[in-house]
């Protein structure tokens, strides 16, 4: 790798954080040399010529310390709200996103395509395509950093955290851990390849076959005994699964929430802590009997059962004996 | 005045001796000295690490420590300057000594809990140093759960309790400035005729009564979480990892304010005595000081923000970091303006303002980069921060402080330091400190991550050049511990105030008598007022 | 050089110029000391709170197996302190040794009173299996794996407001012997209206801690 004074811009959003940056290069360059000139100006300009000189007092003057405190504070806002746009963009993946899972341990990045690949501290995406990382660690914090695509999120063990981004411009990027996790931090590290789709496309069906995430998932499903209540003709104990993923779910307790990711993980893990309003608190945890990379594959699994054929449910799910 | 003569004279330095005497001093004056050994003597611990960090990056693959041994390097560096560096510096050394002096006041409000503050400090000191000989400590300064609660090796509960213990002498140190600021001026001393340095110290104060007790409790969680294995933070038992950082940041964010303050209030004082003229909106600096030490307490999750916060709250928080920004700046343009038509002189102590001055603002200006939530998603965690805040607390911080140190070593020491070394060495430290660190905010942006023991082959250019500014700033930092220690046998004798400074430590002695004043002063003039300081004036502007 | 005039009081510091001072600079003092101590228990009350909300029911349940019977009287028995050490304070502004000396012993009286009944309470929470760690027990859904956060945050929080107890309760014995030294006069009691304000916090931040830890969730219950 050459010598370079700044990064490749390879996502879609690296060349907006590298304009929001040179914004606030030039104002900070600006404020800079003004500061640093009008000291070098003063310090010759009056330097002490006689011992016995004294200067006329000056007290202030409230118009400076306004235009001082307002041209400062409008820059500011300029630069908080234009870099609060960017973020939003950073932290919203777009529906259609290719759904990748990592799992962090020390000290390696273990990612999973949908399709079954699973790679150690490697990923193969295709360029010009979303791709989504929902992630989680088996241990500490980790970080997940790509400085070519601008992007980083810590991946933090008891939850999932996701990030987002969408390369575009075909070639092999570092991708670092950048939160402090121990003896092999600075090890933790790998590459991002980007693909042009075709190359792609190859690269998933080479290699060994395997099953899907969701395949997996189904296997450990039926293992669990996950569908002695989960039935899927809504005459189990537990609620039906088919078509729950991205629906409303209604509590309880009265509120609703999403069933992203993250409620399907919690269910598993720690069901006490949301029931599905119109049924009892049944479900033992699941903690210790599967590992995050079994739950990600319930995930995909529950992700693939598609919505119930002829069931006509708008949102929400029937409680037993509703229907 | 003769030698003879000064050394005949009753001072806090010759009145008592023995080592009874300093050890269980109530004076101020001794007490500030008694931190200044023992806070230089964790400078140079932490510079020592600094020096092996640094050397270890010259090359990327890490071949003069193992990992768990940088791993250590970086954690005690990190430690010891916050800690024990750092924190107590300009408030315990010359906010103790002159604080006082300042307001015309013999001594603190509670001068034995002053010293029991010095104890604090060395024994949550020694600690920390038990912990660094025994093995060491790799969890970086800043804890991070659960590697430190669950996963670490290494000596955590010593150097927890260590710094348990030195934030007690900090709250105490506080507390003192607290009461006395508001109980003990002297007559016609009003709030808006102190000096700006003790408006710094009153504000940094507030801090540190307020945020350090969390720092205090969030330790105490820690510690029962690695002690008895309770789950606080811990996933496995609900416990949420990202609830340390809210706990940790909470202090720890108001705790660089904490640094910079004080600093700060050095620097007013300097520009106004070197341009023998009022700061430039003293009214205006004053409220700043304090709106800083308010707003600071505001903007802790600004160092959350990739960390799984809510999107929300990482707006409000990026929101309210840059209002804080604001009074850090109106400071800068008014001490600028103070030169405008002054008498500037290019004293030692002037340098450092200056210099505090010009890193200060690129220091703060880079805190605007990573206050925006767009670019710090892409430079947290990299040596982008790294060298953010080493500009603010090496080339701020450490900057006023020395020169705090110049300018007031006549009035300690009753002697002058050698001002072609002094000056030199400031150019030293300036040319040195920015070689250093003006490369890692490349490296950062470039992607180069903080706490890397190796890195990728293309960012050795620019650590070289690092490590190059860190040799060059080692020596600056170096010649005034040397001349320092010489001008106190050869140095020339200081009258009471060879500035010609105003402020009541220069109406008293050098080095000032035990009780400081001869008659409690009654203050009738404004903090700065220089008429009839100089014999026959000669009118500027 | 003329010194300024010394007040004639042994308890009068040299850092003062007049007893008020002094008293002021006493009282300001220990104020902020009490500010420091409310954002000390602040920062534990914030983790309850954060936890409280992720997991009331798990709060609730774990809350209920606390005595409140017993709570309730710990609370009354730390109020009672406070009233007798008011009657100190107040027998010191009027200068009356024995009574000053009763007062304070009935204070400590109570005081380790309280410490005792929160001896016993936590013995029997070890005997429930419910000191968090290793041997942990509790039966429930979701209880097993997360009450240890309840039970973490109220062995945290009571043990560290008994430490301030026993700090008080030895500031009580040293106050004690002052008084019985005859340190103490209507002109100067200024450490007993001192400890006296310390003692009135720590049992402030019972009366934060019985709700908050004993009375969560026993509506209907």
């Known amino acids: ?33 003004v500061i640093f000139a009008a000291i070098l100006f003063f310090a010759i300009r009056y330097r002490r010529r006689s011992d016995n000189e004294l200067p006329r007092p000056i ?68 360029v010009g395509r979303p791709v989504k990382l929902t992630m989680t660690s088996e241990d500490v914090i980790h970080s997940f950093f790509v400085p070519a695509f601008r992007t980083k999120q810590d991946v933090v063990p008891g939850r999932y955290t996701t990030t987002w981004f969408t390369a575009i411009k075909p070639g092999k990027y570092h991708l670092f851990c950048a939160e402090y996790c121990g003896n092999n931090h600075s090890g933790m590290g790998g590459w991002i390849y980007v693909m042009e789709p075709q190359d792609y496309e190859a690269w998933l069906s080479g290699g060994t076959p395997g099953a899907t995430l969701a395949e997996n998932g189904q296997k450990l499903f039926e293992n669990l005994a996950c569908a002695n209540c989960h039935k899927s003709d809504g005459t189990g104990r537990c609620p039906d699964l088919t078509g729950l993923f991205g629906k409303d779910v209604k509590l309880a307790d009265g509120s609703t929430v999403k069933a992203d990711e993250g409620y399907i993980r919690e269910s598993i893990l720690r069901p006490e802590a949301k029931i599905v309003a119109g049924y009892q608190p049944s479900m033992p945890t699941f903690q210790g009997l599967v590992t995050e990379e079994g739950v990600l594959q319930l995930i995909e699994y529950v992700k693939s059962l598609g919505p119930n054929p002829g069931a006509g449910q708008a949102e929400g799910l029937a409680a037993p004996g509703s229907r | 005045m003769t030698t003879a003569v000064a050394e005949e004279r009753e001072t806090y330095l010759n009145a008592g001796h023995g080592v009874k005497s300093w050890l269980l001093t109530k004076d101020h004056k001794r007490i500030g000295l008694l931190y200044l050994f023992t806070i230089t003597f964790f400078f140079f611990i932490g510079g020592v690490f600094a020096t092996l960090i640094r050397l270890e990056l010259l090359s990327p693959h890490g071949n003069l420590v193992s990992s768990e041994t940088y791993n250590k390097l970086f954690t005690m560096h990190g430690v010891v300057m916050v800690f024990f560096f750092l924190i107590p510096s300009i408030p315990a050394t010359l906010g103790n000594f002159f604080l006082p002096l300042m307001i015309g006041a013999r001594d603190l409000a509670f001068p034995r809990i002053n010293l029991l503050s010095w104890y604090l400090l060395v024994i949550g000191g020694l600690f920390a140093i038990f912990a660094m000989v025994a093995g060491g400590v790799d969890t970086g300064w800043t804890f991070y759960t659960p590697y ?53 110290h009153y504000a940094t104060a507030l801090i540190q009564v307020l945020g350090t007790p969390v720092l205090a409790v969030t330790l105490v969680l820690v510690l029962c979480e690695r002690m008895f294995h309770i789950g606080i933070f811990d996933p496995a038992l609900g416990g949420d990892p990202v609830l340390f950082q809210h706990l940790f940041w909470f202090y720890s964010h108001p705790a660089v304010y904490i640094m910079i303050l004080p600093a700060m209030g050095v620097i007013s004082e300097l520009v106004s005595t070197f341009s023998r003229k009022a700061i430039f909106g003293y009214g205006f600096v004053a409220f700043s000081s304090v709106a800083i030490a308010v707003l600071g307490f505001l903007v802790w999750g600004h160092h959350l923000f990739v960390s799984g916060q809510s999107l929300f709250a990482g707006m409000v928080f990026s929101f309210l970091s840059y209002f804080v920004a604001i009074p850090s700046a109106i400071k800068v343009f008014n001490w600028t303006a103070t030169l405008y038509k002054g008498s500037i002189s290019y004293a030692t102590p002037m340098l450092y303002a200056f210099g505090f001055i010009g890193l200060f603002t690129i220091g703060g200006l880079t805190g605007l980069f990573v206050a925006c939530l767009g670019i710090d998603v892409h430079v947290t965690d990299t040596y982008f921060v790294v060298a953010h ?107 009471r105030n060879p500035w010609k400074a105003t402020g009541l430590e220069w109406q008293t002695e050098s080095p000032p008598p035990v009780h400081n004043f001869d008659e409690i002063p009654i203050v009738t003039r404004e903090a700065y007022d220089y008429s009839g300081t100089v014999g026959q004036e000669v009118q500027v502007g | 050089m003329v010194s300024e005039p010394h007040v004639e009081s042994l308890a009068l510091r040299e850092q003062f110029n007049s007893a008020e001072q002094q008293k002021d600079a006493s009282s300001l003092g220990m104020w902020v000391f009490l500010i420091t101590e409310v954002m000390f228990f602040g920062g534990a009350f914030a983790a309850y709170t954060v936890y409280r909300s992720i997991y ?166």
């Not at chain 1, 990748?100 to 949908?114: D, E, N, R």
């Not at chain 2, 007559?187 to 808006?192: I, K, L, N, R």
Request: proline share 5%; glycine share 10%.
């Open chain 1, 1 to 33: 790798m050459s010598f370079r004074l700044f990064p490749v811009e390879a996502s879609s959003i690296s060349a907006e954080v590298d304009q929001l940056l040179f914004f606030l290069l030039a104002v900070a360059a600006f404020f800079t040399v």
């Open chain 1, 59 to 126: 007290h202030g003057s409230i118009p400076l310390e306004i235009v001082w405190s307002v041209i400062p504070f409008g820059l500011s806002m300029v630069m908080f709200t234009w870099g609060a746009s960017v973020f939003f963009r950073e932290r919203r993946p777009p529906d259609n996103a290719l759904p990748i899972y990592v799992v962090a341990k020390q000290w390696m990045w273990k990612l999973q395509h949908p399709e079954g690949q699973r790679e150690i501290n490697e990923l193969h995406i295709p």
């Open chain 2, 148 to 200: 430190s609660t669950s996963y670490s090796n290494t000596w955590v509960i010593a150097t927890a309790l260590g710094i348990f213990v030195a934030g007690f002498s900090s709250i105490l140190t506080g507390l003192n400035f607290i009461v006395t600021v508001h109980r003990m001026r002297c007559p016609g001393m009003t709030w808006f005729r102190m000096p700006l340095f003790v408006w710094a």
């Open chain 2, 389 to 495: 805040f080493h500009y603010i607390m090496v080339g701020g911080a450490i900057m006023g402080y020395l020169g705090g140190l110049h300018y007031w070593w006549p009035k300690i020491t009753g002697r002058m330091y050698p001002e072609g070394w002094a000056k030199l060495s400031a150019l030293v430290i300036f040319l040195g400190f920015n070689l250093t660190f003006f490369p890692q905010f490349i490296l950062g942006y470039l992607g180069m991550p903080r706490r890397y023991h190796v890195y990728p082959d293309e960012f050795q250019v620019l650590h070289v050049l690092s490590t190059a500014g860190a040799s060059v700033l080692a020596v600056g930092y170096l010649m005034p511990l040397i001349y320092f220690m010489w001008s106190l046998k050869y140095g020339a004798i200081a009258g």
């Open chain 3, 56 to 221: 009331p029911g798990v709060f609730g349940a774990a809350s209920r197996t606390l005595n409140t019977t017993i709570g309730a009287l710990n609370t009354a028995v730390l109020l009672c302190s406070s009233f007798t050490m008011v009657l100190a304070v107040r027998a010191g502004q009027l200068g009356r040794r024995k009574q000053i000396m009763a007062f304070l012993v009935l204070t400590l009286i109570l005081g380790m009173v309280f410490l005792g009944v929160k001896g016993y309470e936590w013995n029997e929470k070890y005997v429930e299996h419910h000191i968090p760690g290793p041997s942990f027990q509790m039966e429930g859904p979701g209880l097993q794996d997360h009450a240890q956060l309840f039970f973490s945050l109220y062995f945290a929080m009571t043990g560290l407001h008994a430490m301030h107890m026993l700090v008080g309760a030895g500031l009580l014995s040293w106050l004690l012997y002052q008084t019985w030294r005859g340190k103490f006069s209507a002109a100067y009691y200024t450490p007993i209206d001192m400890v006296g304000l310390y003692w009135h916090f720590v049992d402030i931040i019972w009366i934060f801690l019985f709700p908050l830890l004993y009375l969560i969730d026993r509506h209907g219950h």
